[in-house]
């Protein structure tokens, strides 16, 4: 599965849109895009997933860039709650394997 | 709708002691998965379930550790001779796969957290 880069910490306001990037420059033409959270003491959450077309559900919207090397998460309107590590998975399509979690974006959202 | 549930949350105990974690996973999910995650660190794969098959097991799964899902429901995670390393959150997953159902997402309990004395 290819390796994903992604911002150690980011920062939002209450209120405004929260836009986490992430780099998978090697993906491959089979592999999907996954993005899961972690809040503290809790069990990761999975949010949404995507293979080339933008995709958008009730947690967030998924922006996949043409040549499918980065993506964006977008959180509409960010709230206290969404405070949480953000995690950028690639997987191969129709795989049973396991995820491969990186280190993750810590967003925190401020009052 | 009743998500992945793991028991107990937490355990404590000492070195040398033997641990088991119990994971139910969302009723129709074929698929269960067992991580590990250390403080500050992502999730760790340690083994995966088809049904009752193990199919897969990491090379961090040692001797002492053992999976099982005896009826393709439950699963089971036991480790043997506790050590101080192996303190940590213990995650389990769940998800539906097979024919026409690629990249269904795991769905993840709260895990175990496990604190050796």
């Known amino acids: 599965d290819a390796k994903t880069t992604q911002p150690p910490s980011m920062d939002c306001a209450e209120g405004r849109a929260a836009n986490l990037p992430c780099n998978h420059s090697?993906?491959?033409?089979?592999?999907?895009v996954y993005w899961y959270r972690q809040i503290h003491s809790q069990g990761p959450q999975y949010i949404i997933h995507?293979?080339?077309n933008n995709e958008t559900n009730e947690m967030a919207s998924l922006i996949i860039t043409e040549d499918r090397k980065s993506s964006t998460l977008i959180l509409p309107h960010a709230t206290l709650r969404d405070t949480a590590v953000y995690y950028c998975?690639?997987?191969?399509?129709?795989?049973?394997?396991?995820?491969?979690f990186g280190s993750g974006t810590q967003l925190t959202v401020l009052p | 709708d009743t998500g992945v549930s793991q028991d107990p949350r937490h355990k404590i105990t000492k070195r040398g002691q033997n641990v088991t974690f119990r994971c139910d996973p969302i009723?129709?999910?074929?698929?269960l998965y067992w991580y590990r995650q250390t403080l500050g660190q992502g999730p760790e794969f340690l083994t995966y379930?088809?049904?009752?098959?193990?199919?897969?097991k990491s090379r961090l799964l040692s001797d002492r550790f053992s999976a099982e899902r005896p009826k393709g429901s439950f699963s089971t995670l036991e480790i043997q001779r506790t050590e101080q390393g192996d303190s940590a959150m213990y995650l389990c997953?769940?998800?539906?796969?097979?024919?026409?159902?690629?990249?269904?997402?795991?769905?993840f309990g709260d895990g175990t957290r496990l604190s050796i004395l």
């Open positions: 997953a769940s998800s539906l796969g097979g024919s026409g159902l690629s990249n269904q997402p795991q769905h």
């Open positions: 090697t993906i491959s033409g089979n592999e999907y």
């Open positions: 995507g293979l080339k």
């Open positions: 998975i690639v997987r191969v399509s129709g795989s049973a394997r396991q995820l491969t």
């Open positions: 009723s129709e999910h074929n698929r």
């Open positions: 379930f088809q049904n009752e098959a193990q199919l897969e």
